[in-house]
């Protein structure tokens, strides 16, 4: 979503769903494992919205559903680009919105290619394209040039076109499974209603092509003018309850705190940083640096920059990939905080080989999960481990104060309801109880690389004050001594005058702890709730809501009216938070056209041009500094289908690039659908949670979901002579494993490409620990990740199975 | 005197989360038992002495079109209560809120509101010889709260309030719902003298695996209403033993045939 419209998060609200018209849940049972969404939701049916549902099985969400798709696992941008095509050609795309407020008008460059499956600019050495082509014609002032109209031949638009144009319903059933009516049926309804509100979680996002999925969705949001609207937008349902603070805390590796890019070493000097990434990225890294190192942080030593480690771009492995390196002796001590690795990452036999190499594993959880203890699985041999591993108790969700920060980019702060039990200990105090003692060990230390722990502003009370924390991340401003007020506050004072450990964050505690307002009342009845919490950024609920107005400034919807131009005061005002660039600049100034203000184009981008914009110069840098830099979509500026990297058949559309051609692949072990037939997806149930670590030892639980299986459709069950209830061994070229089956008309068989495949349907949950035990699926998962995300690609693999 | 209480499922709202059941697990302080998959995603298929409410699964395919459809059961507090009517040491009672419960100082765990309920709701623990159902939490209802269960659905598929507006409200759904599953009834509404848990089903109860239309067995109401009142004078009598376990036999037997055919799965 950041490079479509500036921001990863999702763009609305878990309340604001009740304002839809119509729902595309496609990658998402939300009605299974997002409750809470499935509230709102049932809010929006009971006032006559439609939901429609694509998934690979029928799922709890599919039960409730208007329209219900089985599709096959990891081909949903083939019938997405349909949906695509289907609006261009019937025109039904909103013209104002489409020319206001995206890029379609832009001219893009002559010498940009798209031929049997690639884009122009691929070095096969390094499986990347370079962006060069993926660019804008530009102007004089570096201003991209604007056609006149969509026909244009070089506009942004008619590249769009041109692109989709292959993805018929026809190509589309072949390629999916979904029956071409059935694809029609769902375009038609979700372009017929706004406005319309698409939901996806882990089932999009768990593909070598996860980030394209999403990039049709900001394409079919953009045309149909959904973005920055009540009850529109695209929600990425977060796997955790606080996955978006992690994320926003830079959980990413090549992040830092804020989605600032994490300086690599190619950006030596913070004048470097600056002109690689601009001005946009230069005052949250400063402010970022002066929150981390405090007094130590001046103009004169870049305020600490050279402290920062760097990353080397030719080795920043994500969480899949750093088993391997730890299995060649790149890692020694690896901190695990809430992590259950041996569970949860894909042909996790990787895990233990890696964790087996270390010199010393920490884990830190509320129960001894199986990573902390990987070396007693069956079929380990303790004695070849040199591993030395250590266990420290954590406390419990609820016996810990700080903030959690939900999908709605609501920050939430709460108190510890209960002490912690015997000496389990917050994972703050932990954190600051090992630097304590780290920094005691380094004192006196005159090497320059331990400046970054010697020059830390580490300072959170002798216990660890949670909101000191939070303060840190809020900001000071030096000209007052106190806290950053606001985000606006933080927006406009001088480079180097401000700290916040997280810009996105300024002004959650400026005015108090604005995270612990609990004030439900929502008057709009938009559910915009805005005295209950804190959303960042500014405590904007719907982002880019400056698109939800006309030319004039005035709501296209009255009915769902966010903000509005108050022309005889001069100002944004409404409901929610107007988020714009200036709320003084009115809608006849270009700033106050800017509906996309974190793009570089300030409009939300059809085709992701590499493009940075502006002018030069802020006074403390010499370098000449860009203003801002787009964020792009690595392995190509318009979706593309490319099969799954184990699939029953090949690409029909070109048949020489099967896969992702930027794709990493982790895994060394491949099955041929010879071998392997049937497809397998993999998921969760509402009964446990992630990999199971606290569910699985909760009895109420288990009692309830007590054991893993295998969904199979009937016509498989009859073809291997397998009846409900029966072991099945369900293998890949990876491993194997054995559970029950359920044998089910939930899923069904269906035809690729003239041939019949089965689905398979299995949840991950369980390991060889806790109270109830059970094989693990990721046993014959496949490790290999989506370029741009580094998620793998768990929703899709090749498998066999039998009766065990 | 206290209106009548209701619980509306609205089965069409339900995701089938089995919230429910742990809430009233947590609530209730009842133990977790071990179990397996018995079909599908269930694991308990039946109430049980620690067990008073689980989650069923049903499903319909039908021309290309799959149903999948999904009910908590429960106590229905009847208005007109066959186990207490069967009870023969008055342990259990009837409130005005139409709650059905059962004294345990009283309860002898005989099993006869075990075997004459339609739903065959009240299990017996042999070992303490007590029967347990579902209280629809009355010690929460009484203080002003919600039934645990209705407390923790998220979807909103379970309201409570007073009958007749529940009741108002359960019919006004039902019109909306039919547009989509012609089949949708209420379920519950007249049965049994009115339950307290009223349910919205998509489908005809037979798919649920619920009877269609529950009874109080009439052996059953010649015991309470005839013998019973006499019981005074009638229990000195040489032959009333005989009497007593002539019936308490036959209704067993009446029983429990009935309500093994209340727990099939339609599938």
Partial sequence: MSPSFGRGAMTNSWQDMQNSEVFLIAGSNCAECHPIAWKWINRARLKGAKVIVVDPRFTRTASKADIFAQIRPGTDIAYLGAIIKYIIDNKLYDDYYVKTFTNALYKINKDFKFEDGMFSGFNSETKKYSYSTWSYQLDANNNPIKADSLDDPDCAFTKLKEHFSRYTFE?????????????????????????????????????????????????????????????????????????????????????????????????????????????????????????????????????????????????????????????????????????????????????????????????????????????????????????????????????????????????????????????????????????????????????????????????????????????????????????????????????????????????????????????????????????????????????????????????????????????????????????????????????????????????????????????????????????????????????????????????????????????????????????????????????????????????????????????????????????????????????????????????????????????????????????????????????????????????????????? | MTTRKMVFVDTSLCTGCKGCSVACKAWNELPAEKTKLIYGYISQDSTTPTTWTYMSYHEKYENGKMHFLMMKHQCYHCGDPACMKACPVGAISQTDSGYVLINQDKCIGCGYCVANCPWGIPKTDETKNKTYKCTGCIDRVENGLKPACVSTCQPGALQFGDREAMLQTAKARLEEVKKSYPKANLYGENLMGGTTYVYLLLDEPEVYGLPANPTVPSSLTFWKDIIQPYGGWLIPLAGAAAIGSFFSTRLINAASSKSKGGKTHGH
């Fill in chain 1, 171 to 804: 190509l589309a059933e072949q390629i999916t499974g979904i029956p071409a009516a059935k694809i029609k049926e769902i375009a038609e309804v979700f372009c017929s209603r706004r406005p319309g509100n698409i939901l996806y979680a882990l089932g999009m996002t768990q593909h070598t092509t996860a980030v394209q999925g999403i990039r049709c969705y900001a394409i079919i949001q953009l045309l149909l003018g959904n973005m920055g609207k009540a009850g529109g937008g695209i929600q990425a349902l977060r796997g955790e309850p606080n996955v978006q603070g992690s994320t926003d805390m830079a959980n990413l590796n090549a992040n830092l705190p804020g989605y600032i890019p994490y300086p690599t070493n190619a950006e030596k000097t913070l004048q470097h940083f600056a002109a690689k990434h601009g001005t946009a990225q230069y005052r949250p890294m400063v402010a970022i640096l002066k929150a981390w190192f405090g007094q130590n942080a001046t103009a004169a030593n870049d305020y600490g920059y050279d402290w920062l480690p760097k990353n080397n771009p030719a080795n920043m492995p994500t969480q899949t990939q750093f088993f391997g390196q730890m299995e060649k002796g790149q890692f020694k001590l690896l901190f695990n905080f809430g992590s259950n690795s041996t569970v949860s990452i894909p042909d996790r036999k990787i895990v233990a080989r890696g964790l087996s190499k270390l010199d010393m594993l920490v884990v830190t959880d509320i129960f001894e999960t199986e990573t902390a203890q990987f070396w007693r699985e069956p079929g380990m041999k303790p004695e070849d481990i040199q591993t030395e591993v250590i266990f420290l108790p954590a406390a419990f969700v609820y016996e810990k104060a700080g903030t959690m920060t939900n999908s709605s980019r609501l920050i939430q702060w709460k108190e510890a309801a209960l002490k912690p039990l015997n000496e389990s200990l917050p994972d703050l105090d932990i954190i600051d109880l090992i630097f304590k003692k780290i920094r005691e060990l380094y004192a006196g230390s005159t090497d320059p690389k331990d400046n970054a722990i010697l020059k830390a502003n580490w300072d959170y009370g002798k216990h660890a004050d949670p909101y000191k924390v939070l303060e840190e991340i809020n900001g000071y401003n030096d000209n007052t001594g106190k806290l950053i007020s606001s985000l606006a506050e933080y927006l406009n004072a001088p480079i180097g005058t401000v700290s916040t450990g997280c810009w996105i964050y300024a002004g959650v505690t400026g005015s108090g702890n604005l995270a612990n307002q609990r004030n439900n009342s929502d008057p709009t009845g938009l559910g915009l709730n805005k005295d209950y919490a804190y959303a960042w950024p500014g405590n904007i609920r719907v982002l880019y809501n400056r698109a939800s107005c006309d030319a004039n400034g005035q709501p296209v919807d009255e009915k769902r009216k966010l903000i509005w131009w108050d022309a005889a005061q001069g100002v944004w005002t409404g409901y929610d938070g107007p988020d714009v660039v200036d709320k003084t600049k009115g809608p006849d100034t270009p700033e106050g056209k800017v509906a996309f203000k974190q793009t570089p184009e300030g409009v939300g981008r059809l085709f992701t041009a590499s493009y940075t914009s502006g002018v030069p110069v802020a006074a403390t840098v010499e370098l000449p500094v860009p203003t801002r830099s787009a964020g792009m979509t690595v392995d190509g500026p318009l979706p593309e289908f490319y099969e799954p990297i184990e699939s029953p058949t090949a690409n029909i559309l070109h048949p020489n690039v099967q896969n992702n051609p930027c794709a990493k692949i982790i895994s060394t072990e491949f099955g041929s659908p010879e071998e392997y037939p049937h497809v397998l997806t993999t998921y969760g149930v509402v009964e446990h949670f992630c990999a199971g670590a606290i569910t699985r030892n909760i009895p109420w639980l288990n009692e309830i979901m007590p054991e893993p299986f295998a969904e199979i459709s009937k016509s498989l069950a009859k073809k291997i002579g397998v009846k409900e209830g029966d072991k099945v061994e369900v293998s890949s070229a990876r491993g194997k494993l054995t559970v029950r089956a359920i044998v089910t008309d939930r899923l069904q068989p269906y035809k690729v490409n003239g041939k019949e495949v089965e689905t398979i349907g299995m949840p991950w949950s369980w390991g060889f620990a806790s109270l109830s035990p059970g094989p693990s699926t990721n046993n014959v998962t496949m490790a290999a990740i989506d370029p741009g995300a580094g998620t793998p690609e768990y929703k899709c693999c090749l498998v066999n199975i039998r009766r065990a």
